[in-house]
């Protein structure tokens, strides 16, 4: 098999989170930049990569790399790279595009020179004029970053927070990658006891639930690349055949989802019905006032409200007091609190252990983290 550069774009902030993923399902050539994480490795990783990362936004093919400050040089350098070697005659192949910091700034100028380069690359290896384009999805991007232009090829379709299994949501809903992330960041394992007193429509819950039993995130839906020519269908069939294999549906876990709202409750059920792990988390229509816990030790993962309307951010800042003092009653339990409220350590009462900058969507935030004692050992 051929070594290939891939590209798993990321969430500002979540870089190396990805990272530390893409090492464990095999790749050790990576390298962290902003906003993405490179990696070198075969054509089989194309499929593992998207069935199994859980935090990255999706997984590019890195077709080449240059400088560009005319529009000659972009057309000659894209028209050299091995275009025909990936896309059948009959590829289906728009060009995206984005431009930061350089003389090229004209996007759409550079989506069609880069379209022509790569149909006058096409000419030469299939002996045709017209290209009728009616075969798989290859969408090209070409970026310009600081006048040195990436051409890369979508290997995901839709973005691979796109589970499957989330019917609805409520008004800001937090992309499953992004609560996977939250779950990653703060350690939790499948022994530990996690509650998310603000669970929405279950999202940080379901994704728990996908971790704790080792069930890749991407088992249940498809991908652009899986109707490549490019990549053999046995290499396909062999990832999610490892997918399977490699479930632990057995690992028992203890997890709990409370919320004030009848409707996000009915929403995370069915949510959790459709992703399979129903059966593992415990869902109940509660109030805050009523959070707690019979077990010793245990981590609580939220989203709760930012109080983004001025008319709400009064009833925001009552409600983080509230989370301060009823949390302090689980005194041997973790906090994991997401929230865009900059004054959230003075309301909360507490200072974090540690906090870590991130976004949700176009809003910055901060992940507070609050570390209990950790738990003795199990004999």
């Known amino acids: 098999m051929s070594k290939l550069e891939l590209i798993a774009t990321s969430t500002f902030g979540l870089e190396g989170i990805v990272a530390e993923e893409i090492k464990s399902i095999g790749y050790k050539d990576v390298k962290t930049e902003n906003g993405r994480v490179l990696f070198k490795a075969d054509e089989a990783a194309i499929c593992r990569a998207n069935l199994w990362l859980r935090t990255a936004d999706r ?49 759409s100028d550079c989506q069609a020179i880069v379209k022509k380069a790569v149909v006058e690359s096409m000419k ?15 969408r090209i991007e070409v970026s310009m970053l600081k006048d ?21 949501g409520n008004e800001a809903p937090l992309r499953e990658t992004l609560a996977s992330a939250l779950v990653l960041i703060a350690r939790w394992k499948p022994e530990i006891s996690l509650i998310d007193p603000f669970c ?3 999202t940080i819950l379901i994704e728990a639930a996908l971790i704790g039993q080792n069930i890749a995130p991407g088992m249940e839906r498809s991908y652009a690349s899986e109707a490549w020519p490019y990549i053999p269908r046995e290499l396909w069939h062999e990832a999610r055949r490892e997918t399977h294999e490699l479930a632990d549906y057995s690992q028992e876990l203890d997890l709990t989802g409370t919320d004030s709202n009848d409707k996000a409750i009915n929403i995370a059920r069915k949510n959790a019905a459709r992703a399979g792990v129903d059966q593992l988390i415990h869902f109940q229509t509660r109030p805050l006032s009523e959070l707690s816990s019979k077990k010793k030790y245990g981590k609580i993962i939220c989203n709760p409200p930012y109080g983004e309307r001025l008319s709400e951010l009064k009833d925001v800042e009552k409600l983080y007091k509230e989370m301060g003092k009823l949390f302090k009653t689980l005194d041997t339990w973790s906090f994991y609190i997401l929230t865009a409220h900059e004054q959230f350590e003075s309301l909360f009462n507490k200072k974090a252990s540690k906090r870590r900058k991130l976004y949700h969507g ?11 004692p950790r738990p003795p050992r199990r004999k």
């Open 124 to 138: 030469k290896r299939y002996r045709t004029e017209w290209f009728e384009e009616n075969g798989p999805l290859y």
């Open 200 to 202: 929405g429509s279950g």
């Open 148 to 168: 040195l232009a990436t051409l890369t090829i979508d290997t995901s379709g839709p973005g691979l927070h796109k589970r499957g299994y989330r019917i609805a």
């Open 362 to 372: 176009n809003i910055k935030v901060h992940y507070y983290q609050y570390y209990g």
């Open 59 to 107: 997984i590019r093919l890195k077709v080449g790399e240059f400088k560009a400050v005319t529009f000659d040089q972009l057309f000659e350098n894209t028209k050299a790279l091995p275009w025909p070697d990936i896309l059948p005659r009959n590829a289906a192949f728009p060009v995206d595009g984005k431009s930061v910091q350089s003389t090229l700034f004209s996007i």
